[in-house]
T-cell receptor
């Protein structure tokens, strides 16, 4: 199946821990994104990578560090987790900026910090 | 700064009724507009993508219109079914390759 895959689907961890979320797409897209959906269900962009290069960083705390080993993968590493980091994180991909076929989203990772 | 608003925030209709979901955006300089569906605890499924040069797109019982000059899009779902119950999100793609989402419309179709 062609898709955007995220792991894990659920992540429960204590404050102060470091965790990573992985994302892979097999759509052949050259641009990948991380979005955060807060408790009020608003989706906001965090990062965008095009061919492994950072394009967008929406004033996300530097505790969040995306890593793109190749254009099919964009992982999100979070240091020193805080309660406010609890949210659903979505990975997405597009060809170019998304002006052609739009965006394809993963199924999300629900992060709960306790 | 682009802002996207969806009205109503929630909608409850009996099965068989047509659904009309509205989306408005403040900056008409968009590349495209995309409608998504999100089921509880699930990811986003793309429903329709309308390019800025298009006026509408149709897929089965779904029809989405776009009036770029007035900053509006409407998603019509004909003959609603209980399986249509979900949250519907619209998102616009604009300069800087940023996809900006509305807050969503939560739809409940009652059998």
């Amino acid at each position: 199946d062609t898709a955007v895959s995220q792991t894990p689907k659920y992540l429960v961890t204590q404050m102060g821990n470091d965790k990573s979320i992985k994302c892979e797409q097999n759509l052949g897209h050259d641009t990948m994104y991380w979005y955060k959906q807060d408790s009020k269900k608003f989706l906001k962009i965090m990062f965008s990578y095009n061919n492994k290069e950072l394009i967008i960083n929406e004033t996300v705390p530097n505790r969040f560090s995306p890593k793109s080993p190749d254009k099919a993968h964009l992982n999100l590493h979070i240091n020193s987790l805080e309660l406010g980091d609890s949210a659903v994180y979505f990975c997405a991909s597009s060809q170019g900026g998304g002006g052609g076929d739009g965006y394809t989203f993963g199924s999300g990772t629900r992060l709960t910090v306790v | 700064k682009q802002e996207v608003t969806q009205i109503p925030a929630a909608l409850s209709v009996p099965e068989g009724e047509n659904l009309v979901l509205n989306c408005s955006f403040t900056d008409s300089a968009i590349y495209n507009l995309q409608w998504f569906r999100q089921d509880p605890g699930k990811g986003l499924t793309s429903l329709l993508l309308i390019q800025s040069s298009q006026r509408e797109q149709t897929s089965g019982r779904l029809n989405a219109s776009l009036d770029k000059s007035s900053g509006r899009s409407t998603l019509y779902i004909a003959a609603s079914q209980p399986g249509d119950s979900a949250t519907y999100l619209c998102a616009v793609l604009a300069a800087g390759n940023k996809l900006t989402f509305g807050g969503g419309t939560r739809v409940l179709v009652k059998p």
